[in-house]
Each structure stands twice: as C-alpha cells, then as structure tokens.
C-alpha cells in the first residue's frame, strides 16, 4: 500500500473542500504524536506540551466539523434513485455528527487539563491522554464509516481502498481508548510505567491517524485524469 501514497497530491489548495478536510486532521494528529514524545525532553515545560495537546484537539474538532457539513453535500453518481443518496448521505452525517461529539471531549479535556495545570494547587500528573468517552466515539464513527460503500472520506480516482483507511482510523481509535482507560486502571508494573505506556497509546494512535488522512489531500490534475471513476464525490 505504500507505492499509493507517492501520487502526486496538493499540499497547499485551501480554495478546496478536500484540503480543509485532510490538512486539519493531518496536522492535528501531528501535534497529537509530537505531545507524545514531548514529555521525553526534560526541558520542555508542561505548559508547552499541554498547549500543543490544545490545538491539536482543535483541529481535530475543526476537520470533524468540515467532514459533518460537507458530507450532507455528497452526490452519488452511480445512485439511480435520489432516495439512495438521501440514505447514504445521512448514514455518513450520522457517523460524522459522532465523530464531532468525540472531538469536542478531547477539546474539553485538552482545555481542561491546561488550565488545571496552570492552576497554582495543581498536582504532578499524566499531562494528558485522550478522553474515554471521545475515543469511544472515534471508534464507533470509523466503524460506521468502514461499514459504508461510500463514507464521506471518499475520493473519486483515489488509490487507496476507503475501507483500508476506515480501518486505519479504528485501529487508531483503539489505541487512543486503551491510552485513556490506563487512567483508570493502577498500573501492574510500577506508577512511574504507566504515563510512557499512555504516552506511546497515543502516539501510535495518532500516527494512524496521520496515515488515513493524507490520501484525503486532493490529487493533482494528471493523477484524477487518469485515475478517475464512477463514484461520489462532495461539492
């Protein structure tokens, strides 16, 4: 699957739906795996870290956002029935509409742990992994949208299998769940394990997150003209 994501893909087009969509979720799961490793430097201040956790999760609420609005626009060129497309359309939104709701805990929670943490009664702590309850809801959305023919995430003329990336963001979904439920659990293997444990959850989480979202990135012209197919697509 590697050689499918050397095409040709616009890394600077904000006059296109796509872009908006892929770059907010590609540069918040960034700022996700970099407050990961942050914690290793023992210079970097926890503030810091906290606030790239912060925009992180607000990109992420962002694309969920663009995704829920431009997925009641999909046209579905092989569907001979409006009807269908209805169906399709807010089966799509449904799941995105969950996705939105996972976001907004991790901004709440990222928003929260900040300003605890700069609060001077503050304890020394795991500065933050994902919410429970917004983990969960990425992985029931990306199970809905691995469930689709055609999720929202679709590209027409795109190399890489919908469902292939559906599966990538499940996968990363559970592991930003298993890092959150740690919170919950004492650690068998000692309280100073545990925050690199929920650290590396949410790191490999959000590298898979990274992975699915980049084939989001519009093609360029000669890869659509050659690749293009009968499908959906989203105005």
Not at 108 to 129: C, E, K, N, Y
Request: with cysteine; charged share 15%.
């Amino acid at each position: 699957m590697a050689h499918r994501y050397l095409v040709k893909r616009k890394l600077w087009a904000p006059q296109e739906g796509d872009w908006w969509n892929a770059s907010t979720f590609i540069v918040g799961s960034i700022l996700f795996a970099l407050g990961a490793v942050l914690p290793t430097l023992s210079r970097v201040p926890s503030q810091a870290i906290l606030f790239v956790y912060l925009i992180g999760s607000t990109l992420y609420l962002i694309g969920a956002i663009v995704q829920l609005v431009r997925g009641r626009h999909m046209a579905i060129h092989s569907a001979s029935e409006p009807l269908a497309a209805r169906r399709l359309a807010n089966r799509n939104s449904l799941a995105a509409t969950i996705q939105v709701a996972g976001a907004i805990f991790f901004q709440i929670s990222a928003t929260g742990d900040l300003l605890r943490f700069l609060s001077p009664t503050h304890q020394d702590r795991i500065l933050w992994v994902p919410d429970l309850t917004g983990a969960i809801c990425f992985v029931v959305a990306s199970a809905m949208f691995f469930s689709l023919r055609y999720p929202i995430q679709h590209r027409k003329g795109n190399p890489i299998s919908d469902r292939t990336l559906a599966l990538l963001n499940i996968w990363g979904s559970l592991f930003f769940v298993a890092s959150a439920i740690g919170t919950y659990v004492p650690a068998l293997t000692g309280v100073s394990l545990y925050p690199k444990l929920a650290n590396i959850g949410t790191f490999i989480g959000a590298i898979l997150f990274l992975i699915s979202s980049i084939p989001g990135l519009p093609l360029r012209k000669p890869d659509r003209e050659n690749n293009d197919t009968a499908g959906p697509s989203i105005k």
